[in-house]
């Protein structure tokens, strides 16, 4: 888990053009890359209303192939940017074009000022630089907010907050950022901040960054809340 102070989350990697190794091939590479702006991309609302259809089709032990509607947390999008860690770099950004091309994720608006907040942050193993200069952290900023569904919050995701950090004794900002699954229907946050497998409330917690035999980590079907 994550201090309380949150935005500590490890960084997060280019795709959509090669470049040098290191910062530099994070910061000549764009967000979500060979995608490209999608015509009549669904709400965030519309895309959380998804998740109760998606719970459904997944039942005893078939899987089915539509994916779970996901939340995305910080650190998702932080490896995205990030070179250090190069495994990371490409699970998470094959996971966020899949998620993206299916219409099967939300990122929520605490993620987007954590993944400002990191990837600005002076780096002592980049001699001292970020992984992202400012101009183009705020610029990576818009393009999630425009590629992916956004999730705000309002005073019913701030009382979950309260009562899943009392109930499972959450770090606060983990509490809030599971909050916003929980109210909006949404039954999966990817992160590595959570315990991997456990239900909180109803949401599940899965860490795609876990060893796997190949591709973004899978889990067994939802159970039914």
């Known amino acids: 888990m994550r201090s309380s102070s949150r935005p500590q989350a490890n960084s997060f990697a280019c795709c959509r053009r090669g470049g040098a190794a ?16 999608r015509p009549g991309r669904k709400s965030a609302r519309r895309a959380c209303n998804c998740a109760s259809s998606h719970r459904a089709s997944a039942t005893g032990r078939a899987r089915s192939s539509t994916p779970v509607a996901s939340l995305i947390d910080t650190n998702v999008l932080v490896y995205r940017f990030d070179p250090r860690f190069p495994e990371k770099q490409r699970i998470a950004r094959d996971l966020l074009r899949g998620r993206l091309v299916d219409d099967a994720v939300a990122i929520p608006h605490q993620a987007i000022l954590e993944f400002v907040a990191v990837v600005t942050r002076p780096r002592r193993d980049l001699d001292g630089g970020p992984l992202l200069n400012p101009t183009r952290a705020f610029r990576e900023a818009e393009e999630i907010m425009r590629q992916f569904p956004v999730l705000y919050p309002d005073a019913a995701v701030l009382s979950a907050a309260l009562r899943g950090a009392a109930a499972y004794r959450l770090p606060w900002f983990d509490a809030h950022l599971w909050a916003y699954a929980e109210v909006n229907g949404l039954p999966e946050i990817l992160s590595e901040d959570f315990a991997h497998g456990r239900h909180y409330g109803s949401v599940r917690a899965s860490n795609p960054f876990l060893p796997t035999t190949g591709g973004v980590h899978e889990l067994p079907p939802m159970y039914e809340p």
Do not use: L, N
Request: proline share 6%; glycine share 18%.
């Open 22 to 37: 290191g910062r530099d091939s994070a910061a000549t590479s764009g967000f979500v890359c060979s995608i490209g702006p």
